[in-house]
């Protein structure tokens, strides 16, 4: 409900984001971009009429402050909140550090701004003091790291993860943060130092909240049941909004694995060590219910390995229902049930104890897996295909050590958004540079249907970048197709010529590790011939890592899959050139893409049309945009997939770009492009 305008900040947006407005007089050198203008205005208009909006702002437009401004003068006219939802932590970062600030300093009236981290971000002092007490018999914490955790909780105002001097081990951090099944809330000692509560204090008095959008989600669930995390709020701005959709499924499935229940399980007693929460109680029939536990844990997922590795690996996991057998669930449930005993046995002053609340913890735990292994194994018919989960085994973690994860995922994560967001919210707006695989408000059709968002405003803007003096499109015209065994050679060969003129680094993007390696091989020689780096996306190496080590090089050559289509910020002569090996549509074996597709084909419509082809055109852009990230960057793009060129659906993806000097390599030569026409 909407609170009548009662203070009216004197904030005009047309003037503000003019070339004399508050901006202008901030920065100087500040270029007006009609772009952001005409996206604060809209979302000025959508917050005062309670509207849902979707925009799609390019590269450049300057959408942080066009989002911020609007936000946090709704808030503070109307005396409501708003929140600001980022994917990555990289945009947090910026705009907590950054852009918020410097509004701050550009507006006229005083707001509160502050970011919201999930409870298990933060220090519990309790639970850290129970861990020195306990610490020779808890775990093997490493020397010295409790006592350094004691000193920094001592001295900091935050108590958050991210701002501890070193990283503390799994099995220390687990024993000390902050949990929602394990706080002892006014009861506690330590409530008026505790770091979560202070934290959720200063959001109280903020009229804007920065948060990543797994929080917001957690948030929106807590709501439908009546509970929350974070304070009350009205408008939601939703940025990087074409990860909403990967953010739900991965929020509303199931994903559990072996390392995480037996991490648990060796938590609570460890025979070898002799070390864990149970090594205090002298209750033989206690531990052989964990013993009995963990033997099934180790029974159960050798049977998930086997199966895997023997029956679904051609399947990419996917798992049906009874192709497992649960002997662990109710090996779990055993040991909760006795948990649970030996806590209701405690004495009233006994209930009281941190011990308490540790044996609390743990059942809540338990019973989460028990639900989780349960639900997978029997995967429960759902009451119609809309609520289907579609269910897979993912294989991760090292050679040694394998990880093998239960995963599911609804097949239709916007029903579940609409209900939770969009039904509950008038005002959601949601941006990226990335929302649309066509012009015109249909373009945005594609997206709006993945979220669940029915009834909405739309803005398409272009970028502030001079794309057509700045970049140049090449398509190659002749290689083969990249089904074909003749591609890999032969998109080497033609890209050696590129790189040798990008005059600065070649970022190659591929749809899969395969064609990555054999790639790799074949460019290796060359590159070492030509004093040319190769940096290959590989296990052992974070992306981060790889992007640093790629800009501190000379003309270097990047090589990635899909984590790089987007997120990846190389300005300058770091990046040249962005190859794109072959138009990225979604591997079609993966169980969630072969459930979207069933569901398609069972409603009567094509898949490649309405699903494959509008995925693949959106992943396209995200590749482009990689090239230009600032004003003066300039650049190649190549595309070595000829289907651009010689199928019905190539002129899609280069109609989408912004307008740039395009040509099509045929013979040698290039030949300018006119994406009207085609071979």
């Not at 086997?306 to 449930?333: A, F, I, Q």
Request: proline share 4%; charged share 25%; hydrophobic share 35%.
């Amino acid at each position: 409900m909407k609170v009548p305008f009662e203070t009216e900040p004197d904030l005009d947006l047309e003037s503000f984001f003019s070339d004399s407005g508050r901006i202008a007089r901030l920065l100087p050198g500040y270029e007006q971009r009609p772009g952001q203008k005409e996206m604060a205005l809209k979302l000025e208009q959508c917050f005062e009429q309670g509207r849902h909006t979707v925009i799609e702002a390019g590269t450049g437009t300057g959408k942080s402050l066009a989002y911020i401004v609007p936000a946090v003068k709704y808030a503070v006219k109307s005396g409501v909140k708003a929140v600001i939802s980022t994917y990555t932590i990289n945009l947090q970062e910026q705009l907590i550090n950054q852009d918020i600030p410097f509004t701050a300093r550009a507006v006229d009236f005083e707001f509160k701004a502050g970011i919201a981290k999930g409870r298990n971000n933060y220090i519990c002092k309790r639970r850290l003091h129970y861990a020195l007490e306990n610490k020779k018999t808890l775990f093997d914490a490493p020397p010295g790291e409790l006592a350094e955790l004691k000193q920094w909780a001592e001295t900091t105002n935050d108590g958050s993860l991210s701002t501890i001097p070193f990283n503390p081990s799994p099995s220390v951090w687990d024993a000390v943060k902050s949990e929602h099944g394990n706080c002892k809330g006014r009861k506690c000692p330590h409530r008026k130092e505790c770091f979560y509560s202070k934290a959720r204090k200063e959001l109280e008095q903020c009229e804007l909240i920065v948060l990543n959008h797994s929080l917001l989600l957690s948030d929106l669930m807590l709501r439908s049941r009546g509970a929350s995390i974070l304070p009350s709020y009205e408008a939601v701005v939703i940025d990087e909004a074409h990860n909403l959709q990967k953010a739900a499924e991965d929020h509303f499935g199931i994903n559990i694995s072996n390392n995480a229940v037996d991490f648990t399980l060796r938590g609570l007693y460890d025979s070898k060590k002799r070390k864990g929460l149970l090594a205090q109680f002298d209750d033989e029939k206690l531990k052989t219910k964990l013993k009995n536990s963990r033997k099934a844990c180790e029974v159960f997922f050798k049977q998930v390995e086997s199966y895997y590795e023997h029956t679904c690996r051609e399947n990419n996991g996917k798992c049906g229902p009874e192709d497992l057998t649960d002997n662990l669930s109710v090996e779990l449930k055993e040991l909760r049930l006795a948990l649970s005993n030996i806590r209701e046995k405690f004495s009233e002053e006994e209930k009281k104890s941190d011990t308490a609340e540790e044996l609390r913890r743990a059942v809540e735990r338990l019973s989460a897996f028990e639900s989780d292994i349960s639900s997978f194994v029997q995967q429960p018919k759902a009451a119609d295909d809309e609520n289907r989960h579609i269910y897979w085994i993912e294989k991760g973690g090292k050679k040694q050590f394998p990880r093998y994860s239960l995963r599911s995922a609804p097949i239709n994560a916007g029903k579940d958004l609409k209900e939770c967001l969009f039904d509950k919210f008038e005002s959601v707006a949601l941006t990226s540079a990335t929302l649309s695989c066509s012009s015109g408000k249909k373009g945005f059709s594609f997206f709006a249907g993945n979220v669940g968002l029915e009834e909405y405003d739309s803005l398409m803007l272009g970028s502030f970048f001079d794309y057509k003096k700045n970049v140049k499109v090449v398509a190659e015209a002749d290689l083969p197709e990249p089904s074909s065994p003749d591609f890999v050679p032969a998109a080497a060969q033609a890209l050696k010529g590129w790189i040798a003129n990008a005059g600065g680094g070649t970022l190659v993007l591929f749809t899969s590790y395969y064609m990555l390696k054999n790639f790799a091989e074949e460019l290796e020689y060359w590159a070492f011939e030509n004093s040319r780096e190769i940096f290959m996306q590989q296990k052992g190496i974070s992306r981060t890592r790889l992007v640093e080590n790629f800009k501190n090089s000379d003309s270097g050559i990047l090589l990635g899959t899909e984590s790089f289509w987007q997120g990846v910020d190389l300005p300058g002569d770091a990046l040249k050139c962005v190859a794109i090996m072959r138009l990225p549509f979604s591997v079609p074996n993966h169980p969630l893409t072969q459930g979207k597709i069933e569901q398609i084909k069972a409603n009567g419509q094509n898949p490649f049309i309405s699903f494959q082809l509008p995925s693949a055109i959106i992943r396209f852009k995200q590749g482009f945009g990689r090239l230009i990230r600032r004003k003066t960057d300039s650049g190649s793009v190549v595309i070595l997939d000829s289907r651009v060129m010689k199928k019905f659906y190539g002129k899609k993806f280069l109609e989408v770009l912004p307008e740039c000097s395009m040509f099509a390599k045929s013979q040698g030569q290039l030949h300018p492009l006119n994406i009207n026409q085609r071979e």
